[in-house]
Nanobody, 123 residues
Framework: QVQLVESGGGLVQAGDSLRLSCAASGLTFRTYIMGWFRQNPGKEREFVARISKSGGSTAEADSVKGRFTISRDNAKNTVYLHLNSLKPEDTAVYYC????????????????WGQGTQVTVSS
């Protein structure tokens, strides 16, 4: 079965950096568009970034543009989210998602999801 396993979250201070990883198995990774979302309790899961199958195209939410970067390594079946200049408002559970065809920001359109990794940014 398909599994997406996130890792790399933790407790950091404002201004610090983190790299989140999402290891995929059970699917042909290079044929999937990958995305990152985040969610806080009581709030909707929001789009953070996405990357095309080859890695040649990316898109980020305005709230993280210039600070977060998404990348992938198809040889390792892994997608990354590089979080720089972290702010307390970036605190959330971060999820990776996969879909074969959807190139957008709607969480409902991604087919597979990981279990999430917590990122907490203290001020």
């Amino acid at each position: 079965q398909v599994q997406l396993v996130e890792s790399g979250g933790g407790l950091v201070q404002a201004g610090d950096s983190l790299r989140l990883s999402c290891a995929a198995s059970g699917l042909t990774f290079r044929t999937y568009i990958m995305g990152w979302f985040r969610q806080n309790p009581g709030k909707e899961r929001e789009f953070v970034a996405r990357i095309s199958k080859s890695g040649g195209s990316t898109a980020e939410a305005d709230s993280v543009k210039g600070r977060f970067t998404i990348s992938r390594d198809n040889a390792k079946n892994t997608v990354y989210l590089h979080l720089n200049s972290l702010k307390p408002e970036d605190t959330a559970v971060y999820y990776c998602a996969a879909d074969k065809t959807y190139w957008g920001t709607s969480r409902g359109s991604y087919h597979y999801w990981g279990q999430g990794t917590q990122v907490t940014v203290s001020s």
